[in-house]
Every structure is written in C-alpha cells, then in structure tokens.
C-alpha cells in the first residue's frame, strides 16, 4: 500500500500544542496532543509541502498513533509504564534492557578510553568499551529469564539464552568511531516474540528502544500496544529519584523541516541520486546536524520532531548499516513515533532478515523527506 505525500499529516500536527516540565532535568519540550485550533503557521507549511515535496511515495503500513495513550503521562517512572504492558515476559525484558543500559551509560562516562581497551576508574585494564557493553547487555538479557536467544552486533550468532519468550538483537553501543572522541553514543536493540532472529522481518518486533549517552544518559523506547514513542531520562542528580528512569516526552509525529543528517557522503561520488538530493538539501538551506553516530542523529528527528538521516549506498561505498541491530529497531521507533523509514523502496521494517549481518541503506524521517529520498536515490545501487 503507498502514501502519496501526507497532508492531512502537516495539518494534524498544527493542533499540537501544550508545553511542560517535567522533572529536575533541564527540559522543555512540546508534547503532542490532539485537541486544539491549527496556527496559521502550521496550514501555510501544509501549502508549503505540497508545493516542494515531490509527488513521491511512502510504501507499507504506517505505526502512526492515531491517537495517544492518555495513560501515558510525563513524570510517569518506568515502573508505572511498564504495568501498561499488556505482555508481563515483554514488560520484563524492557525493564532488563533499561537496567543494562543504566550501567553501560556509567562504563561509557566513568571508563577513560581508547579504541583497543580501557582503564577503568581504578585503574584496572578493561576489554574495550563496546566489548565491556556488549557483556553487560548479555549477561542482563540471559539474567532476564525471558530471553530465548540473543545476537549483538560483536557477536553476531544467535546465542541460546534459556527463555521462551522473545529473542533479543542489540548493537552494544554504536558509534565505535567517534567514542575516543567523546561524542555522544548509544544502545540501540529490538525484541521480536519468539525464538529466533533470522527468517523474520522488522515488521514482527514487539519492542525497540535506543539508548543515548550523552550529556544526559536518556532511552526512547517504542512497545507493542502502546501509542507512540517515549523517551525517559535518567535521574542522576543524588536527588530522592536519583537512579529512576522518568517519563519525559512523548512523540506521535514528525513534521516537514529543513534539517538533515547525511551519512555515508562518500557515496555522493558514485550515487547520482544521492548527490542530487544533497545538491537539493544545500540549495533549500536545510540546517546540517550530522555527527556520526547514528543513535544521536536519528534521536534528534523525534525531538526536534522533524528532518531526515539517510545512509545511502553506493558501488564504491556499499551499505554498512545492520538491519537486525540497527535499521530495524530505529525504523520502529522512528515510525511508531509518527516518521516515516525507506530502503529506498519499502519500509525498513519490511525489510526480510535472512541474515544476522544483513546490510542495507535507510533513510528515516518525515514522510515528504522519506518520498523524496525514494524519488532521487530509489534503490539503484542496493543488491
Ligand atoms: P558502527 O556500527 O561501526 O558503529 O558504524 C555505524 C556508524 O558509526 C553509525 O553510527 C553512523 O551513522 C555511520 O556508521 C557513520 O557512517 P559514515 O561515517 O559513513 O557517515
């Protein structure tokens, strides 16, 4: 089933409004409600978009919320979403992913490191900081009791954990090339029902989550049954809620907006239609924040609720990215909360995983910005 370019899409997100704070962390942004007058603003963009959007196509069903959950609310703790779980062994292996990633976010901040290995705190020679992740991440998983198997981007087998209820793939903490660097990075993982993680597609996943390590340590996460995708921030202020992770924002849409992320650009040298819709990105002074890490620059298009991230192919600069552990699990999160994700054909999450180390290009994002990407670089240089 194809999208033509949404309008109704723009217009909806007009009747979003209502700011807030929440907790101690230094946040304000807009949350989406579904109730209120369109801005003036928001109809004129509509106009806008259909007037410099292509007449391209968005492919497969979309995770839209068509409304949200009014039992998720900010402020709400983890443990509060959790119980709207309809799935108690689902409930439990998102829990233990948040537990993980609470203690990879502090061997990410505390651990000093290079490439090969790190020390630790105490001085202590350490495996390197993805290894050390991946670990942890495996060992919380196995811990779990729910897990049937699990798959890393490190060791990409499906390890047999035990459980029978879902089977779990996870890149331990993407952006290997810019943590030396002190970039932000992140988690990024997918829980699928079942006990096995080839044969399947991203459609089939009942959970995705990315976690960010940043200046804040922050997990947008997405469930099956729950509208929407939410980010929670954890508290690590000594306050009573230190250690909590807390309900911050919700996103149901992703609007039309000039910015945009642009990995593998290298491509642009042999993908015509890659150069071409940068050329068109330059020429409409779309605003560029790209930084290499994919968490981080996919992350910033459900908050700043617009924009696009693509990583096309190309013969020279042929696709990297893993769909079981990366494109996936981002493509549920991104579509769950409104966005829109493309091979350059079909919704990343129609994409058939018949492989762990399956690669293939993506572009995430809004509908018009995914059209566009399938009208200028389509899926010509994608085996
Ligand atoms: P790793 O899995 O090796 O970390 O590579 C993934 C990644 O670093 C993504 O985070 C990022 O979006 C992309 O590669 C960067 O690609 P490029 O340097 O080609 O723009």
Redesign the pocket.
């Known amino acids: 089933m194809g999208f033509i370019v949404p309008f109704a899409h723009t217009s909806r997100c007009a009747w979003l409004g209502a700011s807030r704070t929440v907790c101690s962390g230094p946040r304000l942004r807009r949350q989406h409600r579904w109730w209120g007058k369109p801005s003036a603003g928001a109809v004129r963009s509509a106009v806008r978009m259909v007037a410099s959007h292509p007449a391209g196509t968005v492919a497969g069903q979309s995770l839209k919320a068509s409304a949200p959950d009014e039992r998720v609310r900010d402020g709400m703790r983890l443990h509060e979403f959790l119980a709207l779980m309809s799935d108690p062994k689902l409930a439990v292996a998102v829990d233990s992913m948040f537990m993980a990633c609470k203690v990879v976010g502090y061997e990410v901040r505390t651990a000093s490191c290079s490439k090969e290995e790190c020390v630790n705190a105490f001085g202590d020679q350490q495996l390197a900081i993805?290894l050390l992740a991946d670990k942890t991440i495996g060992d919380a998983m196995k811990a779990s009791g729910v897990i049937a198997v699990g798959s890393s981007?490190e060791q990409p087998v499906e390890n047999q954990y035990g459980g029978d209820a879902f089977s779990v793939a996870w890149?331990p903490?993407?952006?290997?090339?810019?943590v030396d660097t002190n970039f932000s990075?992140g988690t990024i993982y997918g829980i699928w029902p079942g006990q096995r993680l080839t044969g399947i597609t991203g459609r089939q996943m009942a959970a995705a989550g990315m976690a960010v390590y940043g200046p804040r340590t922050s997990m947008t996460v997405a469930v099956d049954g729950i509208p929407g995708t939410h980010e929670f921030l954890l508290i690590d202020n000594f306050s009573g809620q230190h250690g909590m992770w807390i309900l911050v924002q919700s996103f149901y849409t992703i609007d039309e907006g000039k910015l945009f992320?642009?990995?593998?650009?290298?491509?642009t040298r042999d993908n015509p239609g890659y150069n071409e819709l940068f050329d068109y990105w330059l020429r409409n002074k779309y605003q560029l924040r790209?930084t290499?890490?994919?968490?981080p620059?996919c992350n910033q298009i459900l908050i700043k609720g617009k924009g696009v991230?693509a990583?096309p192919a190309s013969p020279s600069?042929p696709a990297?990215?893993?769909v079981l552990?990366?494109v996936a699990p981002i493509a549920y999160l991104i579509e769950k909360g409104g966005g829109a994700s493309s091979d350059g054909e079909v919704s990343a999450l129609d994409i058939p995983i018949d492989a762990t180390d399956k690669r293939s290009q993506v572009c995430y994002g809004s509908f018009g910005e995914v059209a566009r990407f399938n009208e200028l670089v389509g899926k010509k240089y994608m085996n």
């Open positions: 993805d981007e890149d903490l993407d952006g290997s090339s810019i990075v992320a642009p990995g593998n650009l290298r491509a790209y290499g890490g994919m968490v620059d991230f990583n600069a990297k990215l893993r552990y990366e």
